[in-house]
């Protein structure tokens, strides 16, 4: 019935269908509109944003920076990776100013710089008494009422559930009107801590659709590679105590960076092995896929030989 319907919709045209339409002879069909959300920007921020000279930071004996300089400019998106314990988190600390450096200087631009920050445990700050509907709506501003429900029913908050107290949501639920809080607060500057935990996917994709449309800048910490691909132009890495510098998206960094790639070469095939439909699908027995793997790994080292070669030819001359 709704094919058929359709069908005459797609085959007519102008008037006649009009008319068959006022005589409640066809339905329009039903087109889902995905509500947009995007991050509410304050004006424009001046062209520096963020610089970061001869920064040394420790915890006690831990020294996590030791002379890290780097310059943020108006509208970078900018990835913070590196090892588990490295300083990623802490670098945004030292960002926001909720710690200071212990030498140098972390300067955040002059000019409208307004950082709107997502913290780990975002959610533990809510406020327990509120319901869900006010606790997002007290800090939109310039936000239709009907908008901000919108913005809920896309994180999964039914309409039933927008009346109910923050202290009887579950954990994952908390973290999600975390999120709704933060996508409603108006800024220039993004500092995002592992924002895609907790969250599912139309969620996250949301996220990468308001931050691809946001126009001022974006410094997030991830382990969600994914995420980071679609993001960002930029990809500092903390290394040695220090920030190194790619100026490029994910792609870039593990173009140049050949430990990176090798362990995302690593990560690819091991996921490709778990995969349970990569499994039923594949005919090939263990033993090939065993050699197919090994063959992968011998042509990527070959290509490692190779950009040795280059980057040594290149030194030569
Ligand atoms: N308040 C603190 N006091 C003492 N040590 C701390 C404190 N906060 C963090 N650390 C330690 O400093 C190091 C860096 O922590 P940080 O959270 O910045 O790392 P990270 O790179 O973000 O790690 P991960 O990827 O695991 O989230 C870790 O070894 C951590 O245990």
Redesign the pocket.
């Known amino acids: 019935m709704l094919k058929l319907m359709y069908q005459l919709w797609a085959g007519l045209s102008g008037d006649k269908l009009e008319k068959l339409q006022e005589e409640e002879q066809v339905e329009k069909p039903f087109i889902r509109k995905q509500m947009k959300i995007r991050f509410p920007e304050r004006g424009r921020s001046g062209k520096e944003v963020v610089t970061i000279k001869n920064m040394g930071f420790s915890?006690?004996d831990?020294v996590?920076f030791e002379k890290a300089n780097i310059s943020i400019g108006r509208g970078e998106k900018i990835a913070i990776i590196?090892?588990?314990?490295?300083?990623?988190?802490?670098?945004?600390?030292l960002i926001m100013g909720l710690q200071s450096p212990d030498n140098g200087e972390v300067i955040l631009g002059e000019h409208n710089v307004l950082p709107n920050y997502f913290e780990?445990n975002q959610a533990e700050a809510l406020d327990l008494e509120k319901t869900v509907l006010d606790t997002v709506a007290e800090v939109a501003e310039d936000w239709r009422i009907d908008d901000i429900k919108g913005l809920l029913g896309r994180c999964n908050f039914k309409a039933d559930m927008l009346d109910r107290k923050v202290s009887l949501l579950s954990g994952g639920e908390k973290a999600r009107l975390a999120f709704c809080k933060f996508m409603v607060t108006p800024s220039t500057l993004l500092v995002l801590?592992?924002p895609t935990n907790h969250l599912d996917i139309p969620s996250k994709e949301m996220l990468e659709e308001a931050i691809s449309e946001y126009e001022g800048t974006v410094i997030t910490?991830s382990?969600d590679r994914y995420f980071i691909k679609q993001i960002v132009n930029r990809v500092l890495e903390?290394k040695d105590g220090n920030l190194e510098d790619y100026n490029g998206d994910y792609d870039y960094y593990l173009e140049k960076n050949l430990d990176a790639r090798e362990k995302a070469l690593e990560r690819e095939a091991e996921l490709e092995d778990k995969s349970p439909k990569a499994k039923a699908k594949s005919k090939m027995s263990k033993a090939e896929r065993e050699a197919r793997k090994k063959q992968k790994m011998q042509a990527f080292q070959q290509a490692k030989q190779k950009s040795k070669g280059l980057k040594n030819s290149k030194r030569w001359n």
């Open positions: 915890y006690e831990k996590l590196g090892p588990n314990g490295c300083g990623k988190s802490t670098l945004l600390k780990q801590d592992e910490v382990h903390v």
